[in-house]
T-cell receptor
Framework: KNEVEQSPQNLTAQEGEFITINCSYSVGISALHWLQQHPGGGIVSLFMLSSGKKKHGRLIATINIQEKHSSLHITASHPRDSAVYIC??????????????FGKGTRLSVIA | NAGVTQTPKFQVLKTGQSMTLQCAQDMNHNSMYWYRQDPGMGLRLIYYSASEGTTDKGEVPNGYNVSRLNKREFSLRLESAAPSQTSVYFC???????????????FGPGTRLLVL
């Protein structure tokens, strides 16, 4: 069974810290999404990556398709960054698998 | 723009009852999706509709049916609810025509379903 692994499962940080969340996948993928789920349950798409790096504000996402690994970095973390961060791998079309497989999420708490 | 809306927000069913979860988007998106989210399991794709008039199974389609009523609306039906279908259901949409796997998906607020 295809599986997307995220680490760590839970992360507590002090305000201002640099945070890294990792996502890896065991088979080839064509792209990867990073999502944020707020404490109230709402889900927002942060990035879609197929190569290299993307930056939005204090969030940076990187991916190495060949190494099957992606990271989400948060610089100068703030309590409002507290959320669950989810990665989702896009499988090759016509692979016979479901096209999109999600990790179980990393729960981030940033303490003031 | 309301984005993606879902009704109801919360529902309690008895085993064997049927219900339809409604989803609508006002962004003129081509693709729509239904997911379920369970504790410890993460999000899982139930069904998706790459474009109006087409639907395809995702990872966990058993026990569900879908209808892409028009470009705006994509409903999810439970014909005979089971306790294993207790979950939070999310609808999403994206602009892409051939399944929005490489584009941003916009999520609805979710429907919390409890099957007793």
């Amino acid at each position: 069974k295809n599986e997307v692994e995220q680490s760590p499962q839970n992360l507590t940080a002090q305000e201002g810290e640099f945070i890294t969340i990792n996502c890896s996948y065991s088979v080839g993928i064509s792209a990867l999404h990073w999502l944020q789920q707020h404490p109230g349950g709402g889900i927002v798409s942060l990035f879609m990556l197929s190569s290299g790096k993307k930056k939005h504000g204090r969030l940076i996402a990187t991916i190495n398709i060949q190494e099957k690994h992606s990271s989400l970095h948060i610089t100068a973390s703030h309590p409002r960054d507290s959320a669950v961060y989810i990665c989702a791998a896009v499988l090759p079309l016509f692979s016979g698998n479901t096209p999109l497989v999600f990790g179980k999420g990393t729960r981030l708490s940033v303490i003031a | 723009n309301a984005g993606v809306t879902q009704t109801p927000k919360f529902q309690v069913l008895k085993t064997g009852q049927s219900m339809t979860l409604q989803c609508a988007q006002d962004m003129n998106h081509n693709s729509m999706y239904w997911y379920r989210q369970d504790p410890g399991m993460g999000l899982r794709l139930i069904y998706y509709s790459a474009s109006e008039g087409t639907t395809d199974k995702g990872e966990v389609p058993n026990g569900y049916n879908v209808s892409r009523l028009n470009k705006r609306e994509f409903s999810l039906r439970l014909e005979s609810a089971a306790p294993s279908q207790t979950s939070v259901y999310f609808c999403a949409s994206s602009e892409a025509r051939l399944g929005g796997w490489w584009e941003t998906q916009y999520f609805g607020p979710g429907t919390r379903l409890l099957v007793l």
